[in-house]
């Protein structure tokens, strides 16, 4: 297939976040895809409840905190 203007449009629409993330990562270096781990401190009663969470959903903590940070990165 040849490379069109609108075929190369179409690709850069279809994968914009990981040009974004590649370009990113030339510029500084750092990548933006993957996990790290981090060290936080959550107070007894919601270390409780995020187990709780855990074992109706099947989710790892990790996934819990992720999600709940995502959405109030969204909403805000």
């Known amino acids: ?3 069109t203007d ?3 449009k179409k ?5 914009k ?5 590649l370009e990113h990562y030339d510029l500084t270096r750092e990548k933006t895809w993957g996990r790290a781990r ?3 401190t959550l107070n007894r009663k919601l270390i409780s409840k995020l187990k709780n969470l855990k074992k109706k959903t099947g ?10 940070i995502e959405k109030y990165l969204i909403h805000n």
């Open 11 to 15: 690709i850069m629409l279809k994968y």
């Open 1 to 3: 297939m040849p490379l």
């Open 6 to 8: 609108s075929y190369i």
């Open 38 to 40: 981090i060290d936080i």
């Open 17 to 21: 976040d990981s040009f974004e993330a």
């Open 59 to 68: 989710k790892p903590v990790s996934q819990i905190i992720e999600e709940c």
